[in-house]
């Protein structure tokens, strides 16, 4: 009985399994007699921390295809999480990704050889997990259970893959509110990358692969995730005249929603997974220094800040815009536990 219940819990797997897929999965343990979760790392010194989190730890790199062939049919559901490689205007690990999770239902859907054969000889046997990668066998297959295996690959339920992308895709929008109708316009190497894998996933999406949701996430924050150490080192942030709109979400309330989205999300659908704070990066330095006792930023012209400040800071300066969350709200029925970064900070122990 206890074989059968494990055999039928359903599977999802977490693909990058930083603080965001970790707090997937604490969610996800409310559940351990309904939910197997499996979290893919390359990192040797996460397996432990992966394991003790409640997940079970696969060993694999996005960068190498070989190490992903036991993915395929592993799970019903996918988080994928992880960001493109760092060069390239495609990326090729959403690609890698896409191709090992779809190879199996790719063969099993593969039509009988020509010919009217009644047998398939000399097939390749995939490998089990604790088997040898070289291990080959020859067997015979009747044309029977060929075509009823097409038969059930024609019912299986498609996988569900929820993509982590960026609202780093629309550019700078001039402070615009914008919805996910926006046109992406992507200013940089990061986003150009982002908008590749969103590309490749409708591809798989209206091709049969797989069902594919895409959130689009602005700036992440939680206790372990706030500009502390920026606001120590006196950063200069911009001058009001010159600064720019942000948008934020809870690492928590992003991990519920990701898994909202593997339940209840539409098959192509981007769901922006912000909150409802409007405010200025400037602004939300300064609420963040205000509620550690922490002197603010010193504020900078555009001008100066161009003169002073590293590339990859002044990218996120250049770009402006308010997101609509109503998609969040009403399609999935979300509910923010922080609807703004502010009734986070009112949960925070006060400081001198």
């Known amino acids: 009985m206890i074989a059968t219940r494990t055999l039928r819990r359903a599977r999802i797997l977490i693909v990058g399994c930083g603080d965001v897929g970790l707090r997937c999965v604490d969610h996800l343990r409310e559940r351990p007699d309904r939910v197997r979760v499996f979290a893919l790392t390359r990192r040797a010194e996460r397996v432990e921390a992966v394991r003790a989190a409640g997940a079970v730890p696969l060993r694999g790199d996005l960068d190498s295809r070989r190490s992903l062939a036991r993915l395929a049919g592993l799970a019903s559901t996918v988080l994928h999480l992880a960001p493109p490689q760092k060069t390239g205007a495609d990326d090729l690990r959403t690609r890698r990704l896409i191709a090992a999770l779809t190879a199996r239902r790719r063969a099993a859907s593969r039509p009988p050889p020509a010919g009217g054969s009644t047998f398939r000889t000399s097939r390749t046997l995939r490998p089990a997990f604790g088997q040898s990668a070289g291990f080959r066998a020859s067997v015979i297959v009747p044309e029977r259970t060929l075509l009823a295996s097409r038969t059930r690959c024609k019912r299986l339920k498609r996988l569900t893959l929820v993509y982590a992308s960026t609202t780093g895709v629309y550019g700078d929008c001039g402070g615009a509110r914008i919805d996910e109708t926006r046109s992406v316009q992507p200013a940089n190497a990061r986003a150009i990358r982002r908008v590749s894998a969103e590309r490749q996933l409708r591809r798989a999406t209206v091709r049969g692969a797989l069902n594919a949701t895409i959130a689009r996430i602005p700036g992440i924050y939680a206790a372990n995730r706030l500009p502390l150490a920026r606001l120590e080192k006196r950063?200069?942030?911009?001058?009001?005249?010159?600064?720019?709109?942000?948008?934020?979400?809870?690492?928590?309330?992003?991990?519920?929603?990701?898994?909202?989205?593997?339940?209840?999300?539409?098959?192509?659908?981007?769901?922006?997974?912000?909150?409802?704070?409007?405010?200025?990066?400037?602004?939300?330095?300064?609420?963040?220094?205000d509620a550690f006792g922490l002197a603010r930023a010193p504020r900078v012209s555009r001008a100066e800040a161009e003169r002073a400040l590293e590339?990859?800071?002044?990218?996120?300066?250049?770009?402006?815009?308010?997101?609509?969350?109503?998609?969040?709200?009403?399609?999935?029925?979300?509910?923010?536990?922080?609807?703004?970064?502010d009734a986070f900070l009112r949960t925070l122990p006060p400081h001198p």
Do not use: Q
């Not at 009403?330 to 923010?336: A, D, I, P, Q, S």
């Open 235 to 289: 950063t200069p942030a911009l001058v009001a005249r010159d600064d720019v709109y942000t948008s934020h979400i809870h690492a928590d309330d992003l991990a519920a929603i990701l898994l909202r989205l593997a339940t209840h999300g539409r098959a192509g659908r981007t769901i922006h997974a912000s909150d409802d704070s409007e405010l200025k990066m400037g602004e939300y330095f300064d609420r963040v220094a």
């Open 311 to 341: 590339p990859v800071l002044l990218s996120f300066m250049r770009e402006s815009r308010r997101l609509a969350n109503t998609r969040l709200k009403r399609e999935l029925r979300v509910r923010l536990r922080y609807p703004d970064v």
